[in-house]
């Protein structure tokens, strides 16, 4: 880009730096994209002078280059204010859309948005699940091992993260990050949506009603869904292109079968690495096969219990220390009590046919319902 293109958005952006105080010296300088009239903090703009280059030695380092510019978002968040439904699904659609708007908020003129090259992008699907269900589909996870993947994972009650050098996995619920994360920067952004309807539009609306009516609607459609998102990082596209690609080189087929053999991989280690067993005749086997006969016979035993009994009254019954001695034997062998075939059969588990994949029946391919309370239009947050 021409620099003094990138000088003058560089001007706009707030600039972040740090000083050595002793020498004088600048140790970093960060520009980031705290873009005037932008209702999303994840916009990100940075002008950038330097670039990793190979010195001679074979060494990467950041050389001075031409100047270019680094622009990321949520463009989902972008386009509607939050990200529970109605995200795009035409990748070079949603990239032109995302350059557009960042025009809009510099009053610049970028380069055609066909020649910027893709360093990142997050194929995000969602799936219509009751909270019940998604408490047990991770409750399941929790419970196998993931060895590619276990460097760094993270496993929380309603979300796991998978990070990986060319690939990131992430499940998690929406309704609890919705509402930990961004319920209280969209009742914000609603608000001022309301405000300006009643006094440019001379709109007659209650505002807080109004307002709390919407997010009810939202934070009720978020906890009714999954979501699974893949980050397709940069060096995944170096690898299969030789380089970032343009944007014209990316598909969308690229990019969704990159996201299905993800997931495909992730979930067959994990059922490989070790397949949750709940029926009678499977658990004593595999307790047999990993802790022997006699101590297998006991771990049996405690399973039985907890199966037909609760797990406060086994608590009661056991010593705190067998306990949990106990039960964490049972988790790493594989083993759940929940939905066994002593009291429920398997098939009466809310999640015995879930698979999140785009051929599970609850997975969300339709555009969400035209309803007024679910209506949350960027067009209205750009007025406003």
């Not at 520009?31 to 074979?58: A, H, Y």
């Not at 309803?371 to 947050?381: H, M, T, V, Y």
């Amino acid at each position: 880009m021409p620099f003094e293109l990138v000088k003058h958005i560089e001007q706009q952006c707030i600039c972040r730096s740090g000083v050595d105080l002793a020498s004088g010296a600048m140790l970093y300088e960060i520009f980031t994209g705290e873009l005037s009239g932008s209702w999303d903090s994840r916009i990100r703009v940075v002008p950038m002078f330097q670039d990793w280059q190979i010195n001679k030695n074979g060494v990467s380092q950041l050389a001075p280059s031409r100047p270019y510019l680094f622009v990321e978002a949520s463009v989902h968040k972008a386009m509607m204010g939050h990200n529970i439904y109605g995200g795009p699904t035409v990748f070079a659609d949603s990239c032109a859309f995302l350059v557009n708007l960042v025009q809009q908020l510099l009053e610049v003129e970028l380069p055609d948005v066909m020649k910027w090259t893709v360093h990142r992008v997050d194929v995000a699907h969602v799936y219509n699940l009751r909270p019940a269900a998604i408490k047990e589909f991770f409750d399941s996870i929790s419970l196998r091992n993931f060895p590619r993947r276990q460097k760094k994972a993270a496993k929380y009650d309603m979300a796991v993260h998978f990070p990986g050098k060319t690939t990131t996995v992430k499940f998690y619920h929406k309704g609890a990050e919705f509402k930990a994360n961004d319920f209280s920067r969209v009742r914000h952004f609603i608000k001022t949506i309301f405000n300006y309807k009643n006094l440019h539009e001379g709109a007659d609306i209650n505002i807080k009603e109004a307002t709390e009516k919407k997010m009810k609607a939202l934070q009720r459609l978020a906890d009714n869904r999954l979501r699974v998102e893949v980050e397709i990082l940069a060096d995944k596209f170096q690898y299969d292109f030789g380089r970032n690609p343009k944007l014209s080189e990316v598909t969308d087929e690229y990019l969704l079968k990159i996201h299905d053999k993800e997931i495909e991989r992730l979930l067959r280690e994990g059922k490989q690495a070790m397949d949750t067993v709940r029926t009678t005749q499977a658990v004593m086997t595999r307790l047999q096969n990993i802790y022997g006969d006699a101590k297998g016979h006991r771990l049996y035993g405690f399973w039985c219990a907890l199966c037909t009994l609760n797990e406060n009254v086994i608590r009661e019954k056991y010593a705190k220390a067998t306990y949990f001695r106990n039960r964490k034997a049972l988790e790493e062998a594989g083993v759940s009590w929940r939905s066994s075939d002593i009291h429920v059969t398997a098939n009466d588990s809310l999640i015995h046919d879930f698979s999140p994949t785009r051929l599970d029946r609850r997975f969300c391919n339709l555009p969400a319902r035209n309803r007024p309370e679910f209506a949350f239009s960027r067009n209205d947050l750009l007025a406003a």
